[in-house]
């Protein structure tokens, strides 16, 4: 049986990915014994698995080393990988917000300077407000920008608003709904489509009904 290669994101999001690839027919039990290993394999069902940082997710995809893989939309949405986008898978929901200090108030005669991850869309989201912005790219822990004055404001992903809460700072703008995709790479999801689509209906019918 041929194999199919599957890339999923490696920390919280992942496990519960995984989970539900599981209870969709496609488990591969090795997965849990190993917290070190990236790869794993089940070649009765005729899947593998590789954990890799969510914001690779996309790359393997597009190239063609995953057939499939899940990733968040704000990832499609800041890096428009060539990729085919099967399925929302519901979970790992959050919003991309702009986020700043409680007492902030946006002089817009001057330049905004906005740190974030997601700078496509952060200068996207004010371009359509036709507001001038600098922006700060960082790679993370972004919430201590406007704490040091680095920027007036942040656009990142709040989940449960912890990281805000606990570094003083509050929503100010909720822009974007995000969660988990299933991707497909395109030139792939025709060779294997009968496999790719047997996985997408099993993980449509179990987040359905989770819905
Ligand atoms: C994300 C995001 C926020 C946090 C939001 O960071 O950038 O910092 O999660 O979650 P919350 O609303 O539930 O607190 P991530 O964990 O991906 O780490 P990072 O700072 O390295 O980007």
Redesign the pocket.
Known sequence: METLNIALPK??LGEKVYALFEAAGFPCPSIKENNRKLIFENKEVGVRYFWVK?SDVAIYVERGAADIGVCGKDILNEYRPDVYELLDLGMGK?DMCVAGKADFVDDRNRTLTVAT?FSRIAKEYYAAQGRDIDIVHL?????IAPILGLSDVIV?????????KENNLVVLERFLPISARLIANKANYKFRFSMIERVKQGLKELTEKNK
């Open positions: 920390g919280r969510p959050c991850k790679n993370g822990s972004i919430e990142d992903i709040v989940e449960t608003g912890t990281t805000l």
